[in-house]
């Protein structure tokens, strides 16, 4: 029972341009919700997060959107830039035992 | 200046030993983690120590052992290895056990059982 989704394995975006991830999640007790970028060989890195109480969170070229009818977030990247290249993972966060549940990733490709 | 280390990188070895994964922090985090990311990059919480307490145990086989020596070390010994068991071991450590407070990702451990 996957709890926290991303459905499309891969997204291929021009430079320049925006890049959209998406995640669903079916878990209403989950209170965070964060986004990780990963390099090939590396471990994953901590880009930016949101509350559950928040419907959107900006950090320079990175802003994550919370739609909690939904059950859904989504991540922009804008302007996209070629060393955004990685796998995204969306991640939900449970309560006070700190447990992330992690979706399957995104493979952002930017091209030039 | 790592902030979260494990050795080895890559462990290669037969089925039925046994192994140890090290993982080490110098981020004077209180919490550490084990996650397994398995073939299909499904990256799951195995265990989960806050100041040397084990408070996550995800339904992980006995034959896993965590252990936290201190805050910084949490390390993890797998008995009788089995081939399902390949897989990039992660380990991760927070400052505290909420959702605002990120963890970080040491850089992984492939382990291949032959």
């Known amino acids: 029972d996957q709890q926290v989704k991303q459905n499309s394995p891969s997204l291929s975006v021009q430079e320049g341009r925006i890049s959209i991830l998406n995640c669903d999640y079916t878990?209403?007790?989950?209170?965070?919700f964060l986004w990780y970028k990963k390099y090939p060989a590396e471990g994953p890195t901590f880009l930016i997060s949101?509350?559950?109480?928040?419907d959107k969170n900006e950090d320079g070229r990175f802003t994550v959107f919370l739609n909690k009818s939904a059950k859904h977030l989504s991540l922009h990247i804008v302007p996209s830039q070629p060393g955004d290249s990685a796998v995204y993972f969306c991640?939900?966060?449970?309560?006070?035992?700190?447990?992330?549940?992690f979706g399957t990733g995104t493979r952002l490709q930017v091209t030039l | 200046d790592t902030a979260v280390s494990q050795t080895p990188k890559y462990l290669v070895t037969q089925m039925g030993n046994d192994k140890s994964i090290k993982c080490e922090q110098n981020?004077?985090?209180?919490?550490m983690y084990w996650y397994k990311q398995d073939s299909k990059k499904f990256l799951k919480i195995m265990f989960s120590y806050n100041n040397k307490e084990l408070i996550i145990n995800e339904t992980v086989p006995n034959r896993f052992s965590p252990k936290s020596p201190d805050k910084a070390h949490l390390n993890l010994h797998i008995n009788s290895l089995e081939l399902g068991d390949s897989a990039v071991y992660f380990c991760a450590s927070s400052q505290g056990q909420y959702g605002n407070q990120p963890q970080h990702f040491g850089d992984g451990t492939r382990l291949s059982i032959l």
């Open positions: 949101i509350s559950s109480i928040k």
């Open positions: 991640a939900s966060h449970t309560g006070t035992a700190s447990k992330l549940t």
């Open positions: 878990n209403s007790m989950f209170d965070y």
């Open positions: 981020l004077g985090h209180d919490t």
